[in-house]
Each structure stands twice: as C-alpha cells, then as structure tokens.
C-alpha cells in the first residue's frame, strides 16, 4: 500500500523568510504532483515532476524529486502573505511507465500561514 | 470554458437518505475519479472510471456506488447516507495519455456535504 506523507503539516511563517515542505512516499513511483489549495476552493496545479533529479521553479516555489530517496521538496523563498493556503503532494501510483490509470495518493497537505 | 463541474455545491442530508452527485467535464477526458478529502488525510480516492461504461474501486469505495453512462458524466451515489460520510468531495478528470502529455488532473470546485 502506498502511503504519502508529508511534513510539517501546519507551518506558520514570517514574510520574507524561506523554509522547505517535505514529501515522502513508500513505494517507487516516477512522477509526483504539487497542488495548492485555498479555503473553501479548488485544487490548484503547481508543477508535475516526472524523473529524478527534476527541478521546477514558478515565482517564489520550487519543488524537487529524488525518486531514488521517495523524496520531494517544496521550497519557499521570501514567503508573501499571497503564499498562504494548503499545498498537497501527491504521487502517481503506477511505477515507471507502468498502468496506473492516472490515480493519485495525496498527502495529508501542509497548510501555511504566512504573517506578516 | 467550463472545465469540471460539481453539482450541487452544498447539500444537508439526514441519516439514511440518498442522494447524487453529479460530475461534468466538458474537455474530452476519458478518465474521471470522485475524491473525498477530510481534515488531516487530505484526498482520497472513492471510486474511478477509464472511460463510458466502465467504473472501478479506489481506496475508499465502501458506501458509495458511481456510474457512467456518458462520457461527459460521472455520477457519485449513496444509497443510504451515513454521518462518516459528512466531507468535501471532489471530481477529477483527465486525458487518457496524461502521462504523455504530463498532464495534471482537474478539479471541479467541490461538494460540502453534511450527514445529520
């Protein structure tokens, strides 16, 4: 059974500071998703990592995957208030080109607050 | 350009009575899936389907039964509601060559959904 986790679940944040989520997953798996969510609202995409050693960037957050570690990160540089929500990682279940169907094991989610 | 969408938004019911949800996609997906996300175990995944006519068990189907008649549709049930199944749900689709085309799923807005 895959199992998806993610740390730390609540993270409070000054602006401007930097700091890092962390996602762990059990089984091999070559690809893995960040969304964003905001309260009361939708699943946002932010970035599909496909291969290890892939790295995104958009604005203020990058996030990596070492598939050989079962291990992404999402990193936060210079938070602004506009950062806040909850962002959840979650894995494509088949492993490597394998059928998975597209079905997805999440994370419980982080949810930042960042003060000002 | 509708992209996923949830009906209704919010519904109460009481014990022992049933309802429909309805999904609707309007981009030519052939894979849909119905999450549920509670606090602290962010989503996961009830039921899913590859294309018309055909529907398959995700992690947590018990209580719930789908359908899709058409490919544009897919239709979430419960037969007799249960206070366990007080949550938010959501619809997903994508492309049948997702990860071809490294493509995220999509998200309707979601279904708060209380059990009395």
């Known amino acids: ?7 730390p679940l609540f993270l409070s944040m000054q602006e401007g500071k930097n700091y890092t989520i962390y996602c762990n997953y059990s089984t091999t798996s070559d690809r893995l998703y960040w969304y964003r969510q905001d309260p009361g609202k939708s699943l946002e995409s932010l970035f599909v990592l496909l291969s290890n050693g892939a790295v995104k960037q958009e604005g203020r957050l990058m996030a990596s995957l070492d598939t050989k570690a079962r291990l992404s990160t999402l990193h936060i540089t210079a938070a602004v208030h506009d950062l806040s ?5 979650a894995v494509d279940i088949a492993a ?18 960042v003060h000002p | 350009n509708a992209g996923v969408t949830q009906t209704p938004k919010f519904r109460v019911l009481k014990t022992g009575q049933s309802m429909t949800l309805l999904c609707a996609q309007d981009m030519n997906h052939e ?13 996961r995944l009830i039921h899913y389907s590859v294309g018309e006519g055909t529907t398959a068990k995700g992690e947590v189907p018990d209580g719930y039964n789908v359908s899709r008649l058409k490919k544009q549709n897919f239709l979430l049930g419960l037969e007799s509601a249960a206070p366990s199944q007080t949550s938010v749900y959501f619809c997903a689709s994508n492309l049948r060559d997702s990860r071809k085309y490294n493509q995220p799923q999509h998200f309707g807005d979601g279904t708060r959904l209380s059990i009395l």
Not at chain 1, 96 to 113: A, N, R
């Open chain 1, 96 to 113: 490597y080109g394998g059928t998975s169907y597209g079905k997805l094991t999440f994370g419980q989610g982080t949810i930042l607050t």
């Open chain 2, 31 to 43: 894979y849909m899936y119905w999450y549920r996300q509670d606090p602290g175990m962010g989503l």
């Open chain 1, 85 to 89: 929500a909850t962002y959840f990682c």
């Open chain 1, 1 to 7: 059974e895959l199992k998806v986790e993610q740390n």
